[in-house]
């Protein structure tokens, strides 16, 4: 599909917070072209000091790790939009018209940037279902906070639509939610029929050697290789965690002067 600001996608994450971040990561690392919209409100940015997030052992800035999750989609090939989704409509996809997209998404910044179609959208944005409303087919489960009904991998009723992390009725962990990200993004690939095994980078000849191709969505890295990515990270991601994170604290809004 075409690239841009907007224009049309194969996949529209709506919400960067750790779960649709996660499934961009997936998305884009494996050739969909990912576009993430996002006006900055995970609640993550509450927390005041997440320590059961796997791989900190000494627990970790909630506002860094959001700001590590983005560098990595960004770093996968996902854009990021600045703006809120405030409606989805359905298109049919064998329309000329439809460039193969079943969703059109529109944003807040639609007058600057025009609405964004999609083949795949992913829903993570928590309790916030209004821009869902218009979407026949979506069952939108009322537990005092809103929710989305998904399957365990996170489709919808609705073809091309899936839901993720705490929207999907996942435990409010962020590990749980992140996890569940990902596990959404492997599915949009799976049910793309893209070319897709596993996204893993393998030691050179782990199945090579063995007399097997590599894989689709899989990597086989050189020791030359695997070291110079090694540098790359020694390298950069000490300056990430030099200073304390500059964004204040948030807290709920109840709360606030
Ligand atoms: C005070 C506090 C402390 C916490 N501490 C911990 C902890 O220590 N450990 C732990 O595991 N969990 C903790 N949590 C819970 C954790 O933050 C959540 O479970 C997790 O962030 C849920 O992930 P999510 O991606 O589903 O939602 P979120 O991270 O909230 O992401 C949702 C995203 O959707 C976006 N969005 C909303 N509406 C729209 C729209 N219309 N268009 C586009 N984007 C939209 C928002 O900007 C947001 O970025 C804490 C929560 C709070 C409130």
């Not at 796997?54 to 939009?81: H, K, M, N, S, T």
């Not at 609405?115 to 959208?121: D, L, M, Q, T």
Request: net charge negative; proline share 6%; charged share 30%.
């Amino acid at each position: 599909m075409t690239n841009g600001p907007t224009g049309a996608r194969d996949v529209v994450v709506v919400g960067g917070g750790v779960a649709g971040l996660s499934a961009a990561v997936f998305t884009a690392r494996n050739g969909l072209d990912t576009l993430v919209v996002d006006p900055g409100e995970s609640i993550l940015r509450r927390n005041a000091r997440l320590e059961n997030f796997p791989g900190f052992p000494l627990g970790v800035d909630p506002r860094r790790l959001l700001d590590l999750l983005g560098e990595q989609a960004a770093e996968a090939g996902a854009d990021r939009l600045d703006a809120r989704v405030t409606r989805i409509e359905t298109i049919d996809p064998g329309d000329d018209a439809a460039d193969g997209a079943r969703f059109v998404v529109e944003t807040d910044a639609d007058e600057r940037d025009g609405a964004v179609r999609a083949r795949y959208v992913v829903a993570a944005t928590k309790n916030e279902v209004g821009y869902l409303e218009t979407l026949d087919g979506v069952g939108i489960l009322d537990r005092g906070k809103s929710y989305v009904d998904a399957d365990e991998r996170g489709r919808t009723g609705v073809d091309g639509l899936y839901a993720a992390g705490r929207l999907a009725e996942k435990p409010h962990q962020a590990a749980v939610c992140a996890g569940h990200g990902a596990e959404v993004g492997v599915t949009i690939l799976e049910d793309d029929d893209a070319l897709f095994y596993h996204d893993w980078v393998a030691p050179e000849g782990y199945f090579t050697d063995r007399g097997r191709d590599v894989p689709p969505g899989c990597e086989e890295v050189n020791a030359d290789e695997r070291r110079e990515r090694e540098a790359a990270a020694l390298d950069a991601i000490p300056e990430r965690f030099a200073e304390p994170h500059p964004d204040p604290q948030e807290t709920h809004p109840s709360l606030e002067e």
